[in-house]
């Protein structure tokens, strides 16, 4: 009896999709986070009798044959590429990409890695850095006697000191963007890594080639749409309860089976 075998595999793909799901409530206040989403495919058929088959001497065929389904695989967890909303902060190192884009950051071993969480800090040294401590490419320094800090949409970074009307630019913040988005390799704290699937980086400033702006003093919510999730959660359930049951029933026929005399 293949039911037992079918309705595990039904079982384990809606524990992955509640996973999924948990996971985008869990991100629901995470700077720049897009939901995920559980996609699934049918497993291999058993060909009991392929479409086409001859069966009688003057060429009759079958014309749909007999295939049976072993089940569900999952086929991949996509990311849904989507702008969430923009909250002003005030700060002046709160950036907000409106629109594509990912600003590059320099990781401890040196590769790069991507985010679209503008929240950027000061380090000791003055160097605009992520809330990790990871320097922004490329590195931009802010002078101690700097007494405030302005970025406008196309990332100049400009810094205002005392007794000095007119700013001093100090830095040219840039955006990557990449041809498969939801091919990056996620690594959590709001890093993507480049992935063969992903394509170079194409490196610009903000405002060209296809990419977005930046806004000073707002920061990017989160895209999760609780609402949606909660029906993706009950879904979710729902189909693990019917595979439940599906075992069960099959577990009964077995039983039956195993008092015929």
């Not at 007794?163 to 630019?169: A, E, L, M, R």
């Amino acid at each position: 009896m293949r039911a037992l075998q079918i309705a595990a595999t039904g079982m384990s793909a809606q524990q992955m999709r509640v996973d999924v799901v948990s996971n985008n409530l869990a991100n629901m206040s995470t700077t720049g986070y897009n939901a995920r989403r559980a996609e699934f495919a049918d497993l291999s058929y058993q060909q009991i009798a392929k479409p086409g088959t001859i069966t009688a001497s003057d060429g009759t065929v079958l014309p749909t044959g007999v295939q049976l389904g072993l089940g569900v695989r999952p086929s991949s967890v996509s990311v849904t590429l989507s702008q969430g909303s923009l909250t002003q902060t005030g700060g002046d190192l709160d950036l907000a990409i409106d629109g594509k884009g990912y600003l590059e950051v320099t990781l401890p071993s040196g590769a790069s890695a991507y985010t679209r969480d503008g929240t950027l800090k000061r380090s000791s040294t003055g160097e605009i850095v992520t809330s990790d401590g990871y320097p922004v490419v490329p590195g931009i320094t802010i002078p101690a006697t700097a007494t405030s800090l302005s970025i406008n949409a196309a990332g100049e970074v400009y810094a205002y000191f005392a007794g000095q009307v007119q700013p001093k630019q100090i830095g040219q913040l840039t955006l990557a963007g990449f041809t498969n988005e939801e091919g990056l390799q996620a690594t959590g704290s709001n890093l993507f890594l480049e992935s063969p699937a992903s394509g170079p980086p194409q490196v610009s400033a903000p405002g060209q080639n296809g990419l977005g702006t930046l806004r000073q003093g707002y920061l990017e919510e989160s895209s999760v749409d609780s609402v949606r999730e909660v029906t993706e959660l009950i879904q979710a359930q729902r189909g693990y309860e019917m595979n439940a049951k599906v075992i069960t029933a099959a577990d009964q026929m077995l039983q039956a089976t195993t008092q015929v005399r």
